[in-house]
C-alpha cells in the first residue's frame, strides 16, 4: 500500500486515491496537562500513533492506499480553560468534522477514518460520523487511540488508561517526545475524594460535577513513575493495533 | 425518601423540592421495533425501570427526594427513519436536553440525573450534561439503563444486550408490556455479515456504512428465545441498579 | 374508524395508518399554575380533551383513523420560569416540531393535526404547520383546545378563558383531575393595573412588559368561584368541538 | 407631541428621545398581490397609516414622541415565492427584529412599537416583542394595522378583510396609491372549494395545505368592487385606531 | 433601458423584467454620524447614488433593465452601538441577504447586484455574493459606492474617502440632503493617536482595538472644511461611475 | 524576543506569554491547485512566511515574545470543490475563529494576530477580528501573508499576485518546497474571456459569475515562467514584512 499526504498531493492524486484508497483525519487538542506536558500533547500523541502505523503498513504487500489528512490541532476542551486550552465548542467541532467529512465525499472519496487522540471528542466524532452515514454512501470509521490495542500484553495500566495528564500519557510522551516533558516529573499527592469524572459513584453511571477539574488540579493520576520503555511499548502496541483495525476496516468495506 | 412527579407538583413544592433533592428525566424514543415490537419500546422500557427504581427507594428510610419528570418520548433516531420513527436531529435534541435542564436550574435544583432508554440518544446526553456542569454550579449525572446492573447475577446474555429489538428488548417487554408485543415473536434468520454497527471489523473501532440498518432488516439478533421470566429478571435488576446508583449518586453531591 | 396510539404500534401499522389516517400531536407545558394547579396542568388538559374527543370518533360509524402521538410534555414558557418552568426556547420547541413533523411524513403521512394545551405554544406551532405545507405534499391543523367548540352553550365565561390558573382552567381540573387541585382553592385578590398581556390598553394591541407575570402573582383571574360541573360541561365542550373539527379536516382533505 | 424620523436624527437626539418617546417600527414585504396591486402594497399601506396616524398625533396638545424608523421593507413571505416575492425566512426576519429591537435598547429606547402590514409576519413579530420583555427591562407592543380600528364605524367588510390582494387591500391603494392601482381591476372567479389557509373547514382551526396559495391563484375574494372612497374610509379609520392606540399605550407605560 | 422600483411592479412585471434584466439592491445602515450627521446618512448617499445612475441610465439608447429594490435600511454597526446604531449582527446580515438574492432567483432573476453605502457591510456582502453564485447558476455584482468611480478627475480627497462622518460623507451629504447637514459643522481636533482601524500601524494590516471608536469620538477625520460643491462633483463622479458599472455587468454577463 | 510555540508549551508558560506576548495563528486551506502544485499549498506558504518571520525576529534584541499556535490547516475553499478540497463553509470557518480567539483570551491572552494564508478565507477573518475587538478587552491584527510586503523592491509582478496556482505561488513554492512542485510546470493558454472574479468589468467591482473556476481551468494565470530564485525574493520580502508588521503591531498597542 501507499501512504499518502492529502497536503502534499495534486487534486488529481486526491480523487485518484479515493476511488479505492481510505481518507484518514486524525483530531486532537491543545489543553493543559498539568505542568509537565505540553498544550498539543493529545495531537502529538494521535499523530504519532497514526504515522507509526502508516509506517507498518507501508511495508506490507497487500492493504489499502491511504490519504493521511493534516491533523486537526483543536478539540473540544471547555473542562480545560479553567487554565489553559485553545478550545471548539462541540457545534463548532461537529461542524468542522461535517464539512471535512463532507468535502472528502465531494472530492470523490468513499471510505474514511477519523482517529482520536483527546476523549473530549468522542461523542462529538462519534455523531458526526454516524450523520455523515446516513447522507452519503459511504462507510466511515472512528476510534481513539488509546482503546485500539493490538491484543497482544503490552505492559500497560487499564486502571489509568488513558487518564489525563497521568501515567499513560506521561509514558506515552516520554516515549514520542521526550524532550517536550518537563523533568522531574512532578508527583501527584491523591486527591480525595477523587474526580467523580473518573470515578463515578456508580459503575456505568456518567456524573460531572462543576468546579471538578480545577479542583483536583487538572490531572487524574499520579505521572511520576511514568517510563519512557513502557511508554514506546504501549505506543507500539497502539500502532500495531490502529495497523490491524485499518486492515479490518479495508477487508470489511472493499 | 418521597418519589414525586414534577407533573403534578405546583411550582412552590417543585421549588423547595429542588433543594435537597434529585430531578430525574426519562428519555426515550419512538422508532421502528421490527415487526413485533411497538414503537415506544424504548420509553416504555426506561419508564418501567425508573419507576421501579422509584418504588424500591420509596421503600428506603433514608435517601433523596426524587422529583422525576415526564419522559421526553421522542429521542434521536435518524437511522430507523427508512422504516417509521419519530426522530428528532441531534441538534435539536441536544437544545432540549439543555433548554430542560436550564429550566430546572432556573427553578432551583442543583441536582440532576438524566436516564436515557435509546441508544441513539447516548452522545447526544453526555454532552448534555458536560455542557451543564460547565455553565452551572450543579452535579449531574447520566445513564442508559442497561447499563446499570446491581452487580448480581441476572441471568442476562451480555452478548445481545441491548441489541435492537432482539433477544433482550424482547425479554423486557414480555416482562413489562406484554399486552404490546405481537406473538408469535418471529425468528430472525442470521444476516451475512452482521451489520458492522453492531459488530465492528476490529475491537474498539465505531464503522458506520450507509443503508446498513435497512439492509439487516432492522434488528440486531434472533428474539424468538425471548423469555418473559427472564426479562422480569434483566428489569429488577436494572431497577436495583438504578436505586443504587441514585443513592450512590446522593451520597456523593450530598 | 380506529383509535391508535402511536407507541403501541408497530412500524408497518404506522406506515399502513399513515396512508388514510390523521396523525395527531398534543403538545403541552410544565410551568407554574399559581398554587394550586399542578406544573403539568396543560398537558393533562389537552390530553384529556384529546383523548375525550378521540372516544366519541371511536362511537361513530365513518371517520378517519387517528394516530395519537405521545404528548411533547414541555413547551414555550420562559415567563413562567421566574416561579418554576420546564421550558423550550422558541427556537428549540419549533425545531422539535419541524422534526416531528417531517418524521410523520417521512413514516408515509399525509394529513396531520397539532393540538395545543398552552398559550405560549401558538405562535410557535401556527409557523411549523406553516413551513410544513410549503416544504412538504401534506395537509395540516393546528388548533389550541379552548378555542375549539361545538358552538352550543356550553355555560362558559368567554372574558377569563383560557387566561392562566384562573377560572377557567381551575374548573377544567376539577373535572378532569381533581385529585391534583389543592383545595381551598384561594381567592385572587384584583390586580391594579391590570396585566398588559392579558388586558392590552387598546383592542388589537399586544403589550409585553418586562416582570409583568411577577407583578401579577403568576395568574390572570380569580379561580375561586371554579366549578366542577361547570368544568365536566366546558371539557365535554371541547371534547366535541374537536371530534367534529377533526371529522372536518378529514372531510376536507379526504 | 414630536414625530420624529430616526434616520434624519443625530445619535444624541435617537438617546435623547429615547428617554421618554417611544420607537416605531413599520414592518412590511415584498410579494405578488395578484395581477393589478405592486409588490409592495403591505409596505406601503403600513406606512400609510402609520403616517398618518402620526400626523393626527402631531396636532395634538399632549403625548409621547414618537421616533419612526424606516420601515422594514422586506417580510415573511415564502407562500408568495410560487409568483413572486422578497422573503425572509422565519428565522431571518426573527433575528432582524431581534436586532433591531435590541439595537433600539442599547441606543437608550424604553418603549417600542411594531407596526406590522402583512399577515406572514403577525407570528413572527408577536414572538420577538415577548422575547425582548423578557430579556430587557421595557415595554413593547405590537399590531398588524388592519386590526387597530377606531371603533366607529369604517364602512368595512370584515368578511374579507385583509384577505389579500382582494376588496380590502385593492380599496385602500385605490386611496392611498391610486397611480399604482392597474385598471381595470379584474374580477376574480370564486374558487371551489375556497382556500383552507382562508376558509378552514371548522372554526378555530388553521389549515394549511401544499400548493393552495397557487391553486387560488394568489388572492382570497374579488377586489373588482373595490372603491377609493371606502378605501379613503378604512384607511383614516385605521390611523384614527393606531393613534389612539398609541396614546393608550404611552398612557399605560408612562 | 428602463429604470423600475420592484415594489411598484406587479409580480408578472417581476418575473418579465427578470429574464433579461438585473435586479439592484442598495444596502445602507443606521448609525451615529457624530454631532451632524444624520443616522441614515449611509442609506441615503447609497440611495442618492443609485438613483442618479440609474436617471443617467435611463437617458441611454441602449443597456439593461434594471429593477431598483427598496433599500435595506438596516446594516451592521456594533462598533457604532457605543452611541447609537439600529444593527443587524453579521450573521443576521447575511442571513437577509442570502433570503433577498434566493427569493430573487426563485422568482426569475439570473443578474444581481448589490450596492453597498456602509463599510461595516462590505464583507458580509462579499460573502452574500460568493455564496450565491455557488449555489445558483447566476451573475451577481458587489461594490461599494464610494469605491465605483468615473476614472476622470472627480477633485476628491482619497486620503479622507470615504472615512466616517468625516470630510467625504459630510461634503455629500452638503450636496444630497443640505437640510440635513446641521451647521455649523463642528471641526475635530486630531486624535492622538489616531484610531488604528483606520490608521494601521504597517500597511496592508487590519486592526481593531476594544473601545477604539468611542476613544476617537465616532469619526475618522475633520469635517469642517466639508464643501457642497465638491460633493456634487463627488457624487456625480460615483454616479458616473456606477452606471458605468452597471453597463459593464450587462454587457460582460449577457 | 522569544519564539514559542504553543503546542509545546506547559499551561502555566501560556499564561505567563500571555500578559504580554503576542499570539499568532497561521491560517490557510487544502484545495485544488491545478496539476502541478499540492493541496496544501496555502498552508505551506504561510507557515513558510510565519516561520521566516520568527526567525527574523529572534535575532533581534528587542521585540515582543510571540506565541505560535499551530496553523489551522482547512480554510473557506468551496469554490474548489469542483475538483478537490477541504472546505469549511463561511459559517463553521467563523466559528472556529471565534472559538479560538476567545480561547486565547480566556487563557490570557491581550493581543493577538491572525495571518491567513488563502484569499477565501480573508472577509472570515476580519469580520472575526472585529467582533473579538467588540466583545473582548483586546487588540487584534489580520492580514494575508501575500499583501504584507517590506516596502522594498522584491522584483514580484503585482499583476498576478498573488493569483492562484500561478506565476506567484507556483514562484514561491519552487523557494519554499520545490520537492512538491510537479515539473514541468505547465503553461496555460490564456482564457477566453478572463475569469470575473479574477478580472472584474469595471474597476471596483466584485463579479461571481456560476461555475467560472470550472470554466477556466481552476487557476488564474501561466505559471510556467515561475522562478525558484524570485521566489525566495518574494517569500523573503513577506518575511521581511511580516517581522516589521509585528513590531509595529507591538509597539502601537504596548
Redesign the interface.
Known amino acids: 500500500m501507499s501512504q499518502l499526504r ?7 492524486e ?2 485518484q486515491a479515493g476511488e479505492r484508497g481510505i481518507a484518514l483525519l486524525p483530531i486532537g487538542s ?11 500533547t493529545d ?2 500523541l494521535v499523530e504519532a500513533v497514526v504515522d507509526r502505523a502508516l509506517d507498518l503498513l507501508a511495508q506490507e504487500a497487500s492493504g489499502p492506499d491511504v490519504v493521511r ?6 478539540g473540544h476542551s ?4 479553567f ?10 467541532l ?3 468534522l ?3 467529512l463532507d ?2 465525499v ?3 472519496h468513499h471510505r474514511i477514518m477519523v482517529v482520536n487522540g483527546h476523549g473530549g471528542n ?3 466524532m ?2 458526526a ?6 447522507r ?9 487511540y488509546w ?3 493490538s ?1 497482544d500484553d503490552d505492559g500497560g495500566r487499564p486502571d489509568v488508561t488513558p487518564g489525563h495528564a497521568g501515567w499513560f500519557e506521561t509514558s506515552l510522551m516520554l516515549a514520542a517526545r521526550p524532550d ?1 516533558v ?1 523533568r522531574p516529573v512532578p508527583a501527584r499527592t491523591p486527591v480525595v ?1 477523587p474526580p ?1 469524572f473518573d470515578q ?13 477539574w480545577a479542583r483536583v488540579g ?1 490531572s487524574t493520576d499520579d505521572p511520576s513513575g511514568a517510563d519512557a520503555a513502557r511508554g514506546r511499548a504501549l505506543l507500539d502496541d497502539r500502532a500495531r ?1 490502529l495497523a ?2 485499518i486492515q ?2 479495508h ?3 472493499r
Chains 1, 2, 3, 4, 5, 6 share one sequence.
Open positions: 492529502l497536503n502534499q498531493l495534486t487534486w488529481r486526491v480523487r491543545q489543553e493543559q496537562h498539568s505542568s509537565h506536558l505540553p498544550m498539543g495531537t502529538l489528512l493534516p491533523a486537526l490541532p483543536f471547555p473542562h480545560h480553560l487554565a489553559a486550552a485553545v478550545s471548539l465548542s462541540a457545534a463548532t461537529g461542524a468542522v461535517d464539512d471535512v468535502s472528502l465531494t472530492s470523490g468522542d461523542e462529538i462519534r455523531l460520523v454516524k450523520r455523515l452515514a446516513l452519503a454512501e459511504v462507510s466511515v470509521a472512528a476510534c481513539s482503546t485500539i490495542t491484543g517536550l518537563r475524594p467523580l463515578p459513584p456508580y459503575p456505568g453511571l456518567t456524573v460531572e460535577r462543576h468546579g471538578e487538572g493495533g490491524r483495525a479490518a476496516f477487508a470489511a468495506t
